[in-house]
């Protein structure tokens, strides 16, 4: 007989799990920077109130005969023991000074969480006269980015006097987002997941991906974060996009994939690799999707030098639709369902696998991964109060990754690397490079708008 408290992993929190401690703490460090002051008590109690509101906000991992399972906690003393130990005020961080903002950012995305003993997250208040701040990390063994911005609505929700409604525990299983309906349907899926791996592995060949390594590490190490402001205001964007006749996302994809090519001009070879993650809650069968929890695959779009920037975002935006559609046709259902089947050798086999994997160069090359949140406004609830002035999302990953979003008509990017391999200098070498890419699409639309005049010579 099933215990409700006691819920299994799916195959991506059994790679969370497995590659804990390996790869690093697979935490989720959101800093948070409030539009004015609040009282550091009515936090407390939001996050308490969050804890009682989403179950596997207190949960613990317990080790099972072969596989480890989440144990949900009772809502009781011990509750609110461990909530001591995680919630906390923290006093001398400069929230002014970006520098030493994001080394400590960085410090917190490196801090293990004891997943075993005391709850999945991690909490800390900072003060600040006009715009306090809040530390919110946690694990990503409880949630994946999806899950994380429905709590940062529940806060801010709070935080403006609504109340918090609580979250269902879902099942876990992704099977029925990747698999056939019908067994029928399976030999003709597996067909077309062959055939198209083989043109993908055909069409790959010769090709060179370009990274930002500057070594190979046989090791993961630790990773760093850096922020970064895009030299393009969300008005602009939105009128460089109509002027691409294409979407925000599909450009600002096309200038990161750029900005990896344009050192490479001469390499017919070269190909920028963006791994982009993709939510399988939208392919579960009607009724059936689940709201929170871990439901994330991801597919690789491949760049290569394109003429024109309509070219390559015309390029981007077919590949992405081709891979879509396989997803919604469960092109993937035999690679995926064998990758439920892994977390079956077990934990300690599982991580030494990953380790094993890194060592010998073996995970696949790709230049980033890239995340877009898009406009954060959303999670401001509507009339509020106290607003997100800012967010820096970020989260460890075995590759270059890049988070997008924008808040306040201003765009962001927090990029994540391993120290290991890729170092700062090289980080900024890249982020003045992408600043480039916008000067240039920026004054080419300026230059083809309906009226401009060539520029006169000054004298």
């Not at 400590?104 to 208040?125: K, M």
């Not at 709070?158 to 099977?175: E, F, K, T, V, W």
């Not at 008005?235 to 050192?263: D, G, S, V």
Request: aromatic share 8%.
């Amino acid at each position: 007989m099933s215990q409700p408290d006691l819920i299994p992993l799916n195959r991506s929190e059994h790679l969370y799990w497995a590659a804990e401690g390996r790869l690093g703490p697979i935490n989720q460090p959101y800093v948070l920077r409030l539009s004015g002051p609040v009282d550091e008590a009515q936090v407390r109690q939001t996050l308490r109130e969050l804890v009682t509101a989403f179950p596997r906000m207190r949960s613990v991992i317990e080790p099972g005969f072969w596989l480890d399972r989440m144990r949900i906690l009772p809502d009781d003393f011990i509750v609110d023991q461990l909530f001591d130990d995680a919630y906390r005020v923290e006093h001398g961080v400069d929230l002014d000074d970006s520098e030493a903002l994001q080394a400590w950012h960085s410090t917190r995305l490196n801090d293990p969480l004891a997943l075993e003993h005391g709850l999945p997250w991690r909490a800390r208040f900072l003060p600040h006269p006009s715009q306090p701040g809040l530390l919110f990390v946690v694990h990503h063994i409880v949630g994946d980015g999806r899950s994380m911005i429905q709590m940062l609505c529940a806060i801010l929700a709070r935080l403006n006097g609504q109340p918090i409604s609580a979250s269902p525990l879902d099942s876990p299983s992704m099977h029925a987002a990747v698999t056939p309906a019908h067994a029928w349907q399976w030999p003709a899926a597996i067909w077309r997941g062959w055939r198209q791996s083989r043109a993908d592995a055909r069409a790959a060949q010769g090709q060179q991906v370009i990274t930002l390594n500057q070594r190979h590490s046989p090791r993961f190490s630790t990773s760093a974060i850096r922020y970064h402001e895009l030299p393009c205001p969300v008005e602009a964007m939105k009128q460089l996009a109509r002027a691409n006749n294409c979407t925000q996302n599909a450009l600002l994809t096309a200038l990161i994939a750029n900005t990896f090519l344009a050192p490479h001009a001469h390499n017919p070879q070269a190909v920028a690799a963006l791994r982009i993650s993709v939510d399988l809650r939208r392919y579960y069968p009607e009724g059936q999707a689940p709201t929170f929890g871990n439901y994330v695959a991801t597919c690789t779009v491949r760049a290569r030098h394109q003429p024109t920037l309509t070219a390559q975002i015309t390029d981007i935006e077919q590949q992405i639709q081709q891979q879509l559609a396989r997803f919604e046709r469960r092109d993937h259902a035999l690679p995926l369902t064998l990758y439920e089947w892994v977390p079956l050798i077990g934990r300690r086999r599982y991580g030494q696998l990953i380790a094993r994997s890194k060592a010998r160069g073996a995970l696949p090359d790709i230049s980033c991964h890239f995340s877009n949140l898009g406009s954060a406004e959303f999670i401001n609830p509507k009339n509020s109060s106290v607003r997100l002035e800012n967010l820096f999302p970020a989260t460890i990953n075995a590759a270059f990754l890049l988070g997008a979003l924008s808040l306040n008509g201003r765009q962001f990017l927090v990029v994540i690397r391993q120290c290991a391999e890729v170092d700062d200098d090289t980080v900024r070498t890249f982020l003045n490079g992408f600043d480039q890419q916008f000067t240039n699409v920026q004054k080419s639309a300026s230059a083809t708008a309906p009226g401009a005049t060539a520029p006169t010579e000054s004298r």
